[in-house]
């Protein structure tokens, strides 16, 4: 048996075609579950540090660094505040280094449950968006461990199907971006296929196929369609945007011309929205602080940028800031963060204004948030939106008959007045956000 998965940047999901008829795998009450997996892990004993001749050089440097700036302070609290700094740091790279080797798989959780146990435990290994660190240079521990990660998923999505099905799934046709998220162009698209490629072998599937999402999205529309159109296929996912030109409906077999991808998605919407509105609240333009730190905090599904945000030392800035920011290095802080900014951008679709409550950083700390503040942080990716669909305009020579809008971003009215006015006098379709790229996913993998 072989099904289609969707395996996204922020959600993921399974389908099939039995008898003609389209099934959705369910994972527990939900057709989708959100693209994270928590491993539960032991929390390093305190009381297990030694101030070792290395550690003990790492006080003194912060005790050198804290002299001239904290002038009124003793050398006895000097030197106290700096072992805190350094335990800490050696309680984080504890954590690291016992994640290092994730051989607990059995005791994993998957969507929200994963997200929920992370935030409730404070404790364990909590990892987004996988799929999205693929397309970068990876040293050969931490690419073990994302193809650990993943196939650790997809294994999770084959054994739902085959209790579902009722029979044994070994072919799978994963979904892949026109252009993945990458640090090395073209050759980190290959490295992500490669691995991809890979993780489903572990995951107990033999036969293993891609296709670009927003063909896999024409197919889907294809059978909608009793008469012959030219399409516009918009997918707006997660982490990227790809569009298809393609020939569907009417009986004859989908053409698909070309395609254009854009390494961006709705994630990066949240990354703007939490930049622009959240981040001054804890220096961002107010206090002297590196832009990049507060980039590093905003990276939740970026785990080298999550650990070098970690790793910063923040006892010198001035309050309110500093101890806000220290607020935010706790175990879970920038990822209850990020899941306001995604639920602030959902609410600021239909209404005005949103408040969002950061009583876990500060007590009483709430910041309000309007469209405008929205459409300011997303303003970089809007722009990089509408010179893609002005390419795209541009390359194929003609007006599409129709545009049919997919994909789980696709559903803010923002995007879809964007896509719009790039094409005013196209009627839009928007399809069903997040099911369109896994049922053309389940027509191919029937095929």
Not at 43 to 70: G, H, K, M, W, Y
Not at 223 to 229: A, G, M, N, S
Not at 251 to 279: Q, V, Y
Request: charged letters at 25%; hydrophobic letters at 45%.
């Amino acid at each position: 048996m072989r099904i289609g998965i969707d395996f996204g940047t922020s959600y993921s999901a399974a389908a099939a075609l039995v008898d003609g008829r389209l099934e959705l795998i369910r994972f527990g009450d939900a057709r989708q579950f959100r693209t994270a997996v928590f491993f539960p892990e032991q929390i390093p004993n305190p009381e297990d540090f030694q101030l070792t001749p290395a550690l003990a050089a790492q006080v003194e440097s912060i005790v050198r660094a804290s002299r001239q700036q904290r002038a009124q302070a003793t050398e006895t609290q000097l030197r106290r505040d700096a072992i805190r700094v350094v335990r800490r740091q050696w309680m984080e790279e504890q954590t690291r280094s016992a994640s290092t080797v994730i051989d607990r798989f059995q005791q994993a959780l998957f969507g929200e449950e994963a997200v929920e146990a992370y935030l409730d435990e404070g404790a364990g290994h909590l990892i987004e968006s996988p799929k999205s660190m693929l397309g970068y240079r990876l040293d050969a521990p931490v690419r073990k461990i994302i193809v650990n990660i993943a196939a650790h998923i997809l294994e999770h999505m084959r054994l739902a199907a085959t209790r579902q099905l009722g029979v044994s799934v070994r072919g799978v046709v994963i979904g892949r971006p026109v252009e993945f998220r990458s640090s090395m162009g073209a050759a980190g698209g290959e490295q992500a296929l490669e691995l991809l490629r890979e993780a489903a072998g572990m995951a107990g599937f033999d036969d293993v196929s891609f296709l670009e999402e927003p063909a896999a999205a024409a197919m889907h529309y294809h059978l909608q369609l009793t008469e012959r159109q030219r399409t516009l296929i918009v997918d707006i996912g997660g982490g990227t945007t790809d569009l298809a030109w393609a020939e569907l409906g009417g009986g004859e077999a989908p053409h698909i011309h070309r395609s254009w991808g854009l390494a961006k998605g709705g994630t990066d919407l949240d990354i703007g929205l939490n930049l622009h509105s959240f981040m001054p609240h804890f220096g961002k333009g107010e206090a002297p602080i590196p832009a990049h730190h507060f980039v590093e905090a905003a990276s939740v599904h970026i785990l080298p940028k999550q650990r070098e945000f970690r790793q910063q030392n923040y006892r010198l800035v001035d309050e309110p800031f500093g101890s806000r920011l220290r607020a935010l290095q706790e175990l879970g802080a920038t990822t209850r963060l990020n899941r306001l900014a995604e639920r602030i951008k959902i609410e600021l679709g239909e209404a005005a204004q949103s408040r969002a409550l950061l009583d876990f950083i500060e007590n009483d700390l709430a910041v309000d948030v309007d469209r405008d503040d929205f459409l300011l942080g997303a303003d970089d990716f809007l722009k990089r939106l509408q010179q893609l669909l002005a390419q795209a305009r541009e390359d194929m020579g003609e007006a599409p008959g129709g545009i049919f809008l997919t994909g789980g971003s696709s559903r803010s009215p923002h995007l879809q007045a964007c896509v719009q006015a790039c094409f005013p006098e196209i009627p839009l379709v928007c399809g069903e956000a997040s099911l369109g790229v896994v049922s053309g996913l389940a027509v191919a993998a029937a095929g």
